[in-house]
């Protein structure tokens, strides 16, 4: 088993930045290609970033191409979203995933999840 909580959500005016942090315990995290999934009022889950198990291979969302980074620290054991240029349409709440076997976009792919961390952009 895999456990991941995620942190650093809030409130944030429309231009501004959040980086947010998920780390993880139970298992050896290097093992694990990792994504951030979002969630906003009203709708479907959907993908934003994921990043493959040393980090030399990240994968993104149009919508979040160019103003999101992901990355990881493998001796932290943590998995980070930068996000920069945020706009009120990024308002959902933030969920990490886990996976030895993918880092793709499908949610579904992903077997482990965090609780989720809610960022609110302000306009």
């Known amino acids: 088993q895999v456990l991941l909580v995620e942190s650093g959500g809030g409130l944030v005016q429309a231009g501004g930045s959040l980086t947010l942090s998920c780390t993880a315990s139970?298992?050896?995290?290097?093992?694990?290609?990792m994504g951030w999934f979002r969630q906003a009022p009203g709708k479907e889950r959907e993908f934003v970033a994921a990043i493959s198990w040393t980090g030399g291979i990240t994968n993104y969302a149009d919508s979040v191409k160019g103003r999101f980074t992901i990355s990881r620290d493998n001796a932290k054991n943590t998995v980070y979203l930068q996000m920069n240029s945020l706009k009120p349409e990024d308002t959902a709440v933030y969920y990490c995933a886990g996976d030895e076997h993918t880092y793709g976009s499908n949610s579904r792919e992903y077997g482990y999840w965090g609780q989720g961390t809610l960022v609110t952009v302000s306009s």
């Open positions: 139970g298992r050896t995290f290097s093992r694990f290609a």
